[in-house]
């Protein structure tokens, strides 16, 4: 049901009381305050929009669990869930991109893991490890194990994470999403040969970020 709303139910609790504001506004005819209170309103609905995106089907592909600017892509040692080498690739949410979080492949939800934490500019590299973050592990159908991290930011104060452990999610499908401004870390196993570089820019459940071999 997630994926055919235009528009993510967690916006409805900003978006209503924003248009039911900017009505009161036209009715006053408070012309400036219902130019505002429509220009709030527009973004409220921009942010959290929901666009469809075709999503690849190719076997072994990765896929990116985010819509924003490819700030990190390198290897690394991940020893808080995976602990192991990894390939970290780390997405950087603005205000402007689509906020709504996507599976980068298909699996099982194995770990779930919410840490409290700072509220670092999203951008930082200090941001993966001190600002609040919900981390998911997932086993794939061929039984790799792909961790992704949903990290709040300086403005972004919310994260909504969908999925629990044991359950199943498709490639593409919609687990979750931060609220203004935000970055996912992404770590994947090291024999996955990296599709993207610093400074690309990425859709979420569309732009694949790497091939396993």
Not at 48 to 64: D, G, K, Q, V
Not at 80 to 102: C, G, P
Not at 116 to 145: H, I, M, Y
Request: hydrophobic fraction near 45%.
């Amino acid at each position: 049901m997630r994926e055919r709303w235009p528009i993510a139910k967690e916006g409805f609790p900003f978006l209503i009381p924003a248009f039911l504001l900017t009505l009161f506004f036209m009715g006053m005819s408070w012309m400036l305050l219902t130019v505002l209170g429509m220009l709030l309103t527009l973004f409220i609905a921009y942010f959290f929009r929901n666009p469809r995106r075709n999503i690849p089907n190719e076997a072994h592909t990765i896929l990116s669990p985010a819509d924003g600017k490819v700030i990190h892509v390198g290897e690394c040692m991940e020893d808080r869930f995976l602990k192991e080498n990894a390939l970290k690739v780390s997405i950087f949410m603005s205000l402007f991109d689509v906020h709504i979080n996507r599976s980068p492949a298909s699996g099982k939800v194995i770990e779930r893991v919410h840490h409290p934490g700072r509220f670092l500019v999203a951008s930082r590299e200090k941001a993966s490890l001190l600002n609040e973050q919900n981390a998911l592990t997932l086993e794939t159908e061929d039984r790799f194990k792909i961790l992704f991290i949903q990290i709040a930011g300086y403005v972004a104060r919310r994260i909504v994470c969908y999925p629990k452990p044991g359950d199943l999610l498709k490639k593409g499908q919609i687990f979750g999403l931060i609220r203004f401004g935000s970055r996912v870390d992404l770590y994947l196993p090291v024999d996955v040969e990296p599709a993207v570089q610093v400074g690309q820019h990425v859709k979420g459940g569309e732009s694949v970020i790497g091939y396993r071999r």
